[in-house]
């Protein structure tokens, strides 16, 4: 398993930006904090978002003042490997 994926948070970033399309860093938060029923610490969540984009699997582009992220095609392999050892466990 990759690394990356030893961090749920992570994981569930990547989860949230496949299924949203292009969110902002903040939409992605709020997803995920609805989701959780938390609240994500603001230096973890970017600390994660960071990590993603430096090891190629998320892409970042600036949209007016806000940051917008998309999959890359290494970040959605990493997402369909580890969806496939979670299907054949359950």
Same mark, same amino acid.
């Given at each position: 398993?990759?690394?990356?994926l030893?961090? =749920? &948070?992570?994981?569930? $970033?990547?989860?949230?930006?496949?299924?949203?399309?292009? %969110?902002? +860093?903040?939409?992605?938060k709020?997803?995920?904090?609805?989701?959780?029923? =938390?609240? $994500?610490? %603001?230096?973890?969540?970017?600390?994660? &978002?960071?990590?993603?984009?430096?090891?190629?699997? &998320?892409?970042?582009?600036?949209?007016? $003042?806000?940051?917008?992220?998309?999959?890359?095609? +290494?970040?959605?392999?990493?997402?369909?490997?580890?969806?496939?050892?979670?299907?054949? +466990? &359950?």
């Amino acid at each position: 398993m990759a690394k990356w994926l030893r961090s =749920g &948070l992570r994981r569930d $970033i990547c989860v949230v930006v496949a299924s949203e399309g292009d %969110p902002t +860093a903040q939409e992605c938060k709020a997803a995920l904090e609805s989701q959780y029923d =938390g609240r $994500i610490e %603001p230096s973890q969540f970017y600390g994660a &978002l960071d990590t993603l984009t430096e090891k190629g699997h &998320l892409t970042k582009r600036v949209d007016g $003042i806000h940051d917008r992220y998309a999959l890359t095609e +290494a970040g959605e392999q990493a997402l369909r490997d580890h969806y496939e050892w979670v299907r054949e +466990a &359950l």
